[in-house]
Every structure is written in C-alpha cells, then in structure tokens.
C-alpha cells in the first residue's frame, strides 16, 4: 500500500529557528496536507496544497507541492515554544489520505 | 461553528467487551471519516461517509468493527468482542463537499484501552 516517510523523527531546535522537515512517498498524490498534533488531542489542519509546484504560508508556515507530486516539505520560521507537537503529513489521490509517521519538534528556550 | 466533537474522550474496558464512540461533525459537513492511532504512528484510515452512505471500508476494519451515520449528522463506531490491540485513539474528521473537500478536520478523539 502507499507510505509516506517523514524526516526527521524528531528535532530539538532553539526558540527563534527556523524549521525544516519533509514527507516522501514512492506514490504519486494530488494533494498533500499538513497537521500539528498536541498530546491527547486530535490533529489540527495547518496548510493544504492541490497543485504541483505549489508553495502556500500560513503565518509563519510555508508548504510546498513537490514537482514530482511524491514529496512536500514544511518550513516554520522563528519558531516559538507553541510549535511543540507532532507535526504529520497527509497525502491523497481521492477521498482516502495516507498519513506519515510524524516529525516531533521541540523547541528550546 | 464547534468544530468536530467525539464522545467519550476515554474509555477503559475488559477484553471481550463491545464499545461504541460517537462523532458530532462540524454541522453541515457531509463526509465524515473514522481513523485509529496507536502510538507513534500517524492516523489510520478505517472509514468514509458521504451523508449517511459508507463509501469506503479499510482492511484494517474487522468484522468486529462497525460504523454507521444513519441520518447523515452523527456517526457511531461500535468495537465488538474488544482485544488488547484494540487499544488506540479513535479519531473522527469530516469535510464539506463545497469548498475544499479534501481539508479534514479532527475532533479531539476517543482513547480506548482495552484491559
């Protein structure tokens, strides 16, 4: 079936960096969708991408649409100790999404 | 607009136990999708709903799962016969046809531990 990998696992950066992780697949999607998820709670949407090429900000998120549509990666700039959590990745071709394995960040004061 | 609600947020059971959650979606969204999380892992997809039709089943959806959304609004899962794998988050997401149908949004989940 379709998977998608996340990278990194986990990070641990300083209050104020910016942040970069990335979702991969060896399948091809035609939408990509990025979460944040806090302990206990559900996911919470953060930016959605429909179009190859596309690059979309949210605040201080930016996503992109890889070219080849197997891939997205996710920027956060100046983070903040609110951007702690477990930020997915989520593709689909039709109704179903396939989610990745997450990337933990944590933020250092 | 609430948002997504789900009920209960926990629940504890002996193995062998069913157990039904329940999902309120944003109103007037017409999907509705069921996913499972264990932990470390990104949501599973179990289920899809468009109005009270159940489109799509996934494989990890065993005989002793069932979903219904009878009227369109809400929806139930109900877990027969629970096992210790069962144990997991259960989350619910729904999406509106107008606009952008593909933008899911979660409710808080249901935590199942199954003793």
């Known amino acids: 079936g379709q998977q998608l990998n996340q990278s990194p696992q986990s990070m641990f950066i300083q209050e104020g960096e910016d942040v970069s992780m990335n979702c991969t697949s060896s399948?091809?999607?035609?939408?990509w969708l990025w979460y944040k998820q806090d302990p206990g709670e559900g996911p919470v949407l953060l930016i959605a991408?429909?179009?190859?090429?596309e690059l979309t900000s949210n605040g201080r998120l930016t996503a992109q649409f890889g070219i080849t549509r197997k891939d997205s990666f996710l920027n956060i700039s100046a983070s903040i100790p609110s951007d702690v959590g477990i930020y997915f990745c989520a593709g689909s071709y039709g109704q179903n999404f396939v989610f990745g394995p997450g990337t933990r960040l944590s933020v250092l004061p | 607009d609430t948002g997504v609600s789900q009920d209960p947020r926990h629940k504890i059971t002996k193995r062998g136990q069913n157990v039904t959650f329940r999902c309120d979606p944003i109103s007037e969204h017409n999907r509705l999708y069921w996913y499972r999380q264990t932990l470390g892992q990104g949501p599973e997809f179990l289920t899809y709903f468009q109005n009270e039709a159940q489109l799509e089943k996934s494989r990890l959806l065993s005989d002793r799962f069932s979903a219904e959304r009878p009227k369109g609004s809400f929806s139930t899962l109900e877990i027969q016969r629970t096992e210790q794998g069962d144990s997991a988050m259960y989350l619910c997401?729904?999406?509106?046809?107008?606009?952008?149908?593909?933008?899911?949004?979660f409710g808080p989940g249901t935590r199942l531990t199954v003793t």
């Open positions: 991408l429909y179009k190859a090429g």
């Open positions: 997401a729904s999406s509106s046809r107008v606009g952008s149908p593909y933008e899911q949004y």
């Open positions: 399948s091809i999607f035609n939408t």
